[in-house]
């Protein structure tokens, strides 16, 4: 089970923004998994009413989270998605590898914004980052056939700044969550402390962090937030805890954490909880969440 699920912040558009990852991606499904009530909402969200509230997205069997909300925000790139493709896994080798990305990159780019071309690179033979129509910003990567196995999709969290963050957010979160563990770390040649590409587990899912360094206006946001499914309010108290660096932040079970990097600490029975009379409207009162008062 995937206990940590990237949240995506939609403008209005998450169902629209669902059948579009369903017909670019390989063996992918979306559905709305839960919709606004239609009483009792404050007046920011009165023109959501009904309407869908959580879409997921399944690419692979990989869950992407898709929250539809206001123009408040919108994603960050300072959080990416890594599409691996590895030759390997198709019958046609690199050739069938290299068709499947151009095919990606061409769906994705339509109205969307080149970040860096597809091209040869020195850490892959094709490799492009573009940012799609919804602002969603995907890493496609050729993989290397002899490198060790990664899943399909990999999010990158990206440390830009004067000062190197990467490797000390990997050992603290590394530290943090359950069967987690750090995989490749390769730092800068012109500065150890900088992390040029570095990959962990966290609850037995990989991530990938980089220091860009200076020059870089990319910052962490609520447009994209990390979802820790809770087992129990135990859970929920000791990752809340650890993770909360700003109080100002603190809403609906979203926090900051030291990084900026923005999570939501939410119980794993959160859909079933909700379905409790008036329990929406208790949960937008609340900060941290505590499952009894739902």
């Given at each position: 089970m ?75 790139p ?28 061409e ?21 492009g980052?573009?940012?799609d ?6 890493q ?5 056939p ?31 969550f ?10 800068s ?23 860009a ?10 447009g ?28 609906c079970?979203?926090?900051?954490d030291?990084f ?35």
């Amino acid at each position: 089970m995937q206990r940590i699920v990237p949240n995506v912040w939609c403008q209005g558009t998450a169902a629209e923004a669902g059948e579009y990852y369903a017909a670019t991606f390989p063996d992918t499904s979306w559905e709305v998994t839960a919709s606004y009530p239609t009483e009792d909402l404050p007046d920011f969200q009165r023109s959501l009413s009904g309407q869908p509230l959580v879409v997921d997205v399944a690419i692979e069997g990989y869950q992407i989270r898709l929250i539809n909300a206001g123009d408040e925000l919108r994603p960050t790139p300072a959080v990416s998605f890594i599409v691996n493709v590895d030759p390997p896994s198709f019958e046609g080798g690199e050739d069938e590898a290299r068709s499947v990305i151009h095919e990606l990159w061409e769906a994705l780019a339509d109205g969307g914004e080149e970040r860096m071309p597809l091209d040869e690179y020195p850490y892959s033979k094709l490799y492009g980052w573009v940012e799609d129509r919804y602002g969603v910003n995907w890493q496609l990567m050729l993989t290397d056939p002899n490198g060790e196995p990664r899943p399909r999709i990999v999010p990158q969290l990206f440390f830009a700044g004067d000062v190197a963050q990467a490797r000390e957010a990997i050992d603290f979160y590394t530290g943090l969550f359950p069967d987690s563990r750090i995989g490749t770390l390769a730092p800068s040649p012109d500065d150890a402390a900088r992390v040029l590409y570095g990959d962990f587990t966290l609850a037995g899912q990989w991530f990938s962090a980089m220091d860009a360094g200076p020059g870089h206006d990319i910052t962490f946001t609520p447009g994209v937030s990390l979802q820790a499914d809770c087992t129990d309010q135990t859970e929920i108290d000791r990752l809340w805890h650890a993770l909360s660096a700003v109080p100002e932040a603190e809403q609906c079970g979203w926090l900051t954490d030291r990084f900026g990097v923005s999570w939501q600490i939410v119980p794993d029975s959160m859909a079933d909880l909700m379905q409790h009379p008036g329990a929406y409207q208790r949960m937008l009162a609340m900060k941290k969440i505590v499952i009894d008062e739902l």
